[in-house]
């Protein structure tokens, strides 16, 4: 089983700055991938930023300049930081990773239990 477990989301004024981890554990062979997806009240999930295990970054539109991305592959941990936050960034922040629990199983996307980020003065 792998459990991906986030922390550090709360309450922050608009122009204030969070970070987010995220550590896998468990029984885990390769990661591949890992990133965040935000889930706003009334809307649907969408992608914040993801990373490869070589460091490629993928940033949605809205957050670029604004926020970064950041892994720990010893760690199994990927962090979020987020920089000159404003009210619609306001969201409940999940945390997936695409990897193989054993050399012999398929790849399978994996999330965390979500943790809310508060933009409000």
């Known amino acids: 089983q792998v459990q991906l477990v986030e922390s550090g989301g709360g309450l922050v004024q608009p122009g204030g700055s969070l970070r987010l981890s995220c550590a896998a554990s468990?029984?885990?062979?390769?990661?591949?991938?890992m990133g965040w997806y935000r889930q706003a009240p009334g809307k649907q999930r969408e992608l914040v930023t993801s990373?490869?295990?070589?460091?490629?970054?993928n940033y949605a539109d809205s957050v670029k300049g604004r926020f970064t991305i950041s892994r720990d592959n010893a760690k199994n941990t990927v962090y979020l930081a987020m920089n000159s936050l404003k009210p619609e960034d306001t969201a409940v922040y999940y945390c997936?990773?695409?990897?193989?629990?054993?050399?012999?199983?398929?790849?399978?996307?994996?999330w965390g239990q979500g943790t809310q980020v508060t933009v409000s003065s």
């Open positions: 997936n990773a695409d990897l193989r629990g054993s050399w012999y199983e398929s790849r399978v996307t994996y």
């Open positions: 468990g029984t885990i062979f390769m990661i591949y991938s």
């Open positions: 990373i490869t295990t070589g460091g490629s970054t």
